[in-house]
């Protein structure tokens, strides 16, 4: 089966979605299949190493546009020489990933050659926590007008799609409760479960970044911007330091707001407690599982559909403390805490509780491995590949 894939998230830009966009594209090009992937150019990336990422697949990169109000990201802009390429590719299936110019790219493709269109649901971007990116406050009134008009446009988006795919079931029924008329399928997100149970590497890259055997490490992984409430994780975590001197806390990631909650730390006095070490590219993060620096995985953000940087710490054995909201209680099942949405003080009395029990921190972390395992790829990809195959006999 021919697939191509539509996305303004790709490589070499972190998230969650170049993430996931990897890890299927290899396991459909392992199955036999074709993969076409159509997404940003990167000043000063070369091609080369693009298609080092996903070995096999056809890569289109087309110009980018960088967002005034959210930096770290790029929207792909349609040219009609990505268009030759796609219908001289000739899909079977178009599935795009971002409702950008790159879906509009797609469901005009998809409708032009009579192929079937699917799309992925990777991102409540209409939610009140993502339009803190244009200066909006959580609760403000233009920002709940915004919402219901980003709602709107969004199920037109979504309309024409022969199937959205949904990442967990809270994301599934919420959909089907919006829109009435749309096909939501739920399809749960995958990670490469084997790459995080190596613990190998735990030594040196504590050595690497000056982080002792003694030191009880929080680890937060993902990008770092403004709707993922990393300002709220380190006042929390400033909270335990009385009791816990021995706790450090370690960003995994990059962002636009790195230097804002760098200077939140030092105000705070506590800058030579919370470490910060970069965005680690894809492979050498699952090489060498750099989640096993860790040994209690935070994540403060609200607005995730699943999460994947979540099942990728629990994989790695690590018990997770997150809100009780959206899907997170699904996601995470009995592999870590969950504390009232957005209390911080309740968050930092869950971080001191697994500070003071290792006990509970190498159980909960055994039921992390467990809850992890509903994420492997092989049902995924089955189930995945049957949505293709159905969508395509219907059409």
């Known amino acids: ?33 074709q993969v076409m992937i159509v997404a940003p150019r990167w000043k000063g990336v070369d091609i080369k190493k693009v298609e080092a990422f996903v070995p096999g697949a056809k890569i289109v990169l087309v110009p980018g546009v960088k967002v005034f109000f959210y930096p770290d990201f790029k929207l792909g802009t349609p040219t009609t020489k990505s268009a ?19 879906g509009f790219e797609a469901a005009l493709l998809a409708r032009l050659l009579k192929v079937p269109l699917i799309t992925t649901f990777h991102t409540y971007y209409m939610e009140p926590e993502g339009l803190v990116v244009l200066g909006l406050k959580e609760n403000s009134v233009m920002s709940r007008v915004l919402q219901e008009s980003l709602w709107k446009i969004s199920e037109k988006i979504h309309q024409p799609c022969d199937a959205v795919i949904a990442p967990t079931k809270y994301v599934g029924k919420d959909l089907k409760n919006r829109w009435k008329k749309t096909n939501v399928q739920v399809i749960p997100g995958v990670v490469e479960l084997k790459s995080f149970a190596n613990h190998q590497y735990r030594d040196e890259l504590r050595k690497k970044y000056g982080l002792s ?8 992984s993902g990008r770092l911007s403004v709707e993922k409430h990393y300002d709220l994780l380190i006042t929390a975590f400033s909270m335990i330091l009385v009791k816990y001197p021995h706790a450090r806390l370690v960003f995994m990631g990059d962002g636009s707001v790195k230097a804002g909650l760098q200077y939140i730390a030092k105000v705070i006095g506590i800058e030579n407690k919370v470490l910060f070490i970069g965005g680690i590219p894809y492979k050498e993060l699952s090489a060498k599982n750099y989640y096993s620096i860790g040994d209690v995985f935070v994540t403060p953000s609200t607005w995730e559909t699943q999460g994947l940087s979540v099942v990728e710490a629990m994989a790695s054995e690590l018990p997770v403390i997150a809100f009780n909201y959206r899907a997170m209680p699904e996601v995470i099942g009995k592999g870590g805490l969950l504390v009232k949405h957005l209390d911080q003080y309740k968050f ?22 467990d809850q992890s395992k509903k994420y492997e790829i092989a049902p995924h990809i089955k189930n995945l590949l049957g949505l293709y195959q159905k969508t395509k006999a219907e059409k």
Do not use: C, Q, W
Not at 9 to 23: A, E, K, L, N, R
Not at 86 to 100: C, E, L, M, N, S
Not at 213 to 220: A, G, Y
């Open 213 to 220: 055997d003694k030191e009880m490490v929080f680890l937060s």
């Open 84 to 102: 030759g390429e796609v219908r001289k590719f000739a899909p079977d299936i178009i599935h795009f990933h971002t409702p950008g110019f790159m």
């Open 348 to 369: 930092a009395k869950a971080m001191g509780k697994l500070a003071s029990n290792a006990k509970l921190r190498k159980d909960l972390g055994e039921k992390a491995i």
């Open 1 to 33: 089966m021919k697939i191509a894939f539509f996305t303004d998230s790709f490589f070499p830009h972190v998230d969650g979605v170049t993430t996931y966009i990897g890890v299927i594209t290899r396991a459909l090009l392992a199955l036999g299949h």
